[in-house]
Each structure stands twice: as structure tokens, then as C-alpha cells.
């Protein structure tokens, strides 16, 4: 039996068009992965899932982000956890760089 490893944090989203959103971060690492559920404090319909498949990077992980967008439309996209702020150049360097692929899964209909 493995033993769990609970996350718990804060961020902030200061890029939001309108206001500043803070997030309530929980999770657990578990089989060299994390998994986090971000809920906004501001807008209980806001709420993210972020998943870091490979945690042995020293400087910063890449994972998968999804959520809704500023319309409210359902998105993913990178993340990047970093020990350092990065400018956005520096982001997109460092995105480039990796092989990060997004596949559709054959969906089988529902009876």
C-alpha cells in the first residue's frame, strides 16, 4: 500500500481580464504523479485540473492544464511549474523545446 501525499496551496491569476482570481489548490503525488484541483475563492463555477505526469525535474515540471476559459468555454493547454518567474519569451522557448503532444482518444458510443 502506498502512502499518500496530500498538496495543498494557493495561486492567483493576475492576468484575468476583469479582476485578480485566487484559487484554493488541492491534490496528492501519487505513482511519480500530481494531480491538483484549483477551485477559485471568487467564482465557485471556477475550477481547474492540472496534472504533472513526470515530477523528476529539479527546475520545473510541464503538465497539462484544463479548465474554462475567460468565456467560460472548456480549455487545455501547458502548464509549466517553475522555481523561477519567467517572462513569457522565456516560457515559449522553453514550451518549444519539449515535445508535448495532445491526442484525440477514440470515443466508442455510450449504450
Not at 501525499?5 to 496528492?28: D, Q
Not at 471568487?42 to 484544463?66: K, M, Q
Not at 523561477?84 to 477514440?106: A, C
Request: proline fraction near 5%; charged fraction near 25%.
Amino acid at each position: 500500500m502506498y502512502k499518500k501525499r496530500l498538496v495543498e496551496g494557493s495561486s492567483e491569476n493576475i492576468e484575468h481580464p476583469t479582476t485578480k482570481l485566487r484559487y484554493k489548490i488541492r491534490g496528492e503525488i501519487k505513482s511519480g504523479h500530481m494531480v491538483l484541483t484549483m477551485d477559485c475563492v471568487e467564482d465557485s463555477t471556477d475550477f481547474v485540473a492540472v496534472i504533472y505526469p513526470n515530477l523528476l525535474s529539479r527546475d520545473l515540471l510541464i503538465g497539462i492544464w484544463s479548465g474554462f476559459d475567460f468565456q467560460k468555454k472548456p480549455t487545455a493547454a501547458p502548464i509549466v511549474l517553475s522555481r523561477r518567474e519567467m517572462n513569457l519569451k522565456e516560457l515559449n522557448t522553453l514550451l518549444e523545446s519539449q515535445r508535448l503532444e495532445f491526442k484525440f482518444l477514440n470515443s466508442a458510443p455510450i449504450t
